[in-house]
Nanobody, 127 residues
Framework: QLQLVESGGGLVQPGGSLRLSCAAS????????IGWFRQAPGKEREGVSC????????NVADSVKGRFAISRDNAKNTAYLQMNNLKPEDTAVYYC????????????????????WGQGTQVTVSS
């Protein structure tokens, strides 16, 4: 059974950092592009960042550029989202998603392009 499990969320003060993890089971992550998405209450889902299969190219939303970084460790079957200088507006449920793509295909920040999703992890930025 293909499964993605996010972890690492929590409550953090503005300016703080968190690292989210996305662990895959039931399949090998190296055949999949990975995306991180978030959804705040009352708002539409937003693409945050994505990384293609070999990690050589990433895509980052303007709202988090310079603060968030996506990475992956295919040997550990895990992807990460490092979030620095967090702001209250970053508060949301964060989801990782995966989609099989050809090796050199670029990833996109469109949730409709991803077929596999985790259950989400809550990130709250508040003093």
């Amino acid at each position: 059974q293909l499964q993605l499990v996010e972890s690492g969320g929590g409550l953090v003060q503005p300016g703080g950092s968190l690292r989210l993890s996305c662990a895959a089971s039931g399949f090998t992550l190296d055949s999949y592009a990975i995306g991180w998405f978030r959804q705040a209450p009352g708002k539409e889902r937003e693409g945050v960042s994505c990384i293609r299969r070999n990690g050589g190219s990433t895509n980052v939303a303007d709202s988090v550029k310079g603060r968030f970084a996506i990475s992956r460790d295919n040997a550990k079957n895990t992807a990460y989202l490092q979030m620095n200088n967090l702001k209250p507006e970053d508060t949301a449920v964060y989801y990782c998603a995966a989609e099989p793509l050809p090796l050199f295909s670029l990833c996109v920040l469109d949730g409709k392009k991803y077929g596999y999703w985790g259950q989400g992890t809550q990130v709250t930025v508040s003093s």
